[in-house]
Every structure is written in structure tokens, then in C-alpha cells.
């Protein structure tokens, strides 16, 4: 989380974007993979891991996913959100710890996406 606070520090889009291509692929898993996956397709991913640590991989996809939606225009902005709200959503359900900001950062989403008629 703290490498992603430094990121979201960068000012120009092009250094934000090579730096979370440089944080898929060192938390979570191939860049490529992970931007372009389909929600099935991304849990399918997930499952290779251990409970414990799929949670964890989750909830860094899903601030990834946050992150980067802020880097992209439509209609990838939108997909993004939608793997973003997901996976904030599954952790909120699955998980065994409540988060005021995941809760926060879901109601944003939300927010986001009807704007733009979803």
C-alpha cells in the first residue's frame, strides 16, 4: 500500500501508468493478465492462490484497478471501476475485516459509474 501512495504522488498520467504496470506485475500477477481479464477470468487467476493470500491480492487488484481508472479514458475507465467495485464488494462480504474507506471508496464507485448510466 505504500509503494501505491507513492505512485499516486506522480504527477504526469505516462509515470503514474509505467508505475502501476511495474506493481501488477510485482503484487499481483501479469500486467497484461490482469488489465484485460473479464471478472471470471480474474477470479479464475486469484484462485491459484492460498485463501490468506488471494484476500490480499484481491484487495491490491482492487486499489490497482482504482488507481488506474483515474489514467485511462471511456470506456476502459468504466471497466476498471466495475473489477475495482467487485473485488471491494467480495472482500467486504468474504472477508473478516470491515473497512470504512473500502466502504467509502465503494459508495465513490458507485457514484462514478452512474454517472456515466450504470
Known amino acids: ?64 484497478y482504482y488507481a488506474e481508472a483515474d489514467t485511462v479514458g471511456q470506456p476502459d475507465r468504466d471497466f476498471l471501476l466495475e473489477k475495482s467495485f467487485f473485488l471491494f464488494e467480495w472482500i467486504d462480504r468474504k472477508g473478516n475485516t470491515f473497512s470504512f474507506e473500502r466502504r467509502n471508496k465503494m459508495q465513490k464507485i458507485k457514484g462514478q459509474l452512474a454517472e456515466n448510466g450504470f
Do not use: F, W
Open 1 to 64: 500500500m505504500a509503494a501505491l501512495a507513492r505512485m499516486l504522488e506522480k504527477k504526469e498520467v505516462s509515470d503514474r501508468r509505467e508505475a502501476l504496470i511495474e506493481m501488477y506485475n510485482q503484487y499481483v500477477g501479469p500486467y497484461t493478465l490482469y488489465h484485460n481479464a473479464t471478472i471470471d477470468v480474474m477470479m479464475r487467476a486469484l484462485e491459484s492462490y492460498e485463501e490468506d493470500e488471494r484476500l490480499q491480492r484481491m484487495e491490491m487488484l482492487a486499489e490497482l
